[in-house]
T-cell receptor, first 114, second 118 residues
Framework: GDSVTQMEGPVTLSEEAFLTINCTYT??????LFWYVQYPGEGLQLLLK?????DKGSNKGFEATYRKETTSFHLEKGSVQVSDSAVYFC?????????????FGKGTRLSVIA | DTGVSQNPRHKITKRGQNVTFRCDPI?????LYWYRQTLGQGPEFLTY????????KSRLLSDRFSAERPKGSFSTLEIQRTEQGDSAMYLC????????????????FGPGTRLTVL
């Protein structure tokens, strides 16, 4: 079945450092890909998405590019802030194969220190 | 747009008791999803509705779990004879399907109900 694998955390960075969180997927169809973020004590929020190959999703300085050839959707940010400390989840939805519900990775906890 | 709301936010119960959670989706959304999240894991799909019809159920949804969305608006998730393994965060999400003019697959999540079974 469909699955998402993302790098395990925790990831600890200094403020203004470059961030990469790796995400790869397995899907039978042509999935849509998402990054969700969960700040401490809050619910999941959609950070960005991409619905087809080579699409780039971006929001709040974060970017991820849908790479069909490598089945990847890595999350990047050029300069992290303390306020970016959260848990980041990569997810896919594969409606063409009938799988509308999201399939999530296990999450990567990011801590940014000043 | 008031977002997805869930009640209660926290529930502590004793093993063997029944519990019921409620989810109110974004008002114009016709799809509603339930997920379960345990500590250190990503959310796992339980079931989803299109309007009042329950279209898919995960094998995680044992016979002790039942979900309803009687009028296609709010939904309830009931767990009967709770077990300690049911302790988790229960998340609700909603979306508007493409046929109704929504953005494909974008699900919006509520804050969750944290269940602790003693």
């Amino acid at each position: 079945g469909d699955s998402v694998t993302q790098m395990e955390g925790p990831v600890t960075l200094s403020e203004e450092a470059f961030l990469t969180i790796n995400c790869t997927y397995t899907a039978t169809g042509y999935p849509s890909l998402f990054w969700y973020v969960q700040y401490p004590g809050e619910g999941l929020q959609l950070l960005l998405k991409a619905t087809k190959a080579d699409d780039k999703g971006s929001n709040k300085g974060f970017e991820a590019t849908y790479r069909k050839e490598t089945t990847s959707f890595h999350l990047e940010k050029g300069s992290v802030q303390v306020s970016d400390s959260a848990v980041y989840f990569c997810a896919l939805s594969d409606p063409i194969s009938g799988n509308t519900p999201l399939v999530f990775g296990k999450g990567t906890r990011l801590s940014v220190i000043a | 747009d008031t977002g997805v709301s869930q009640n209660p936010r926290h529930k502590i119960t004793k093993r063997g008791q029944n519990v019921t959670f409620r989810c109110d989706p974004i008002s114009e959304h016709n799809r509603l999803y339930w997920y379960r999240q345990t500590l250190g894991q990503g959310p796992e799909f339980l079931t989803y509705f299109q309007n009042e019809a329950q279209l898919e159920k995960s094998r995680l949804l044992s016979d002790r779990f039942s979900a309803e969305r009687p009028k296609g608006s709010f939904s309830t998730l009931e767990i009967q004879r709770t077990e300690q393994g049911d302790s988790a965060m229960y998340l609700c999400a909603s979306s508007l399907d493409r046929a109704s003019g929504g953005s494909t697959d974008t699900q919006y999540f509520g804050p969750g109900t944290r269940l602790t079974v003693l």
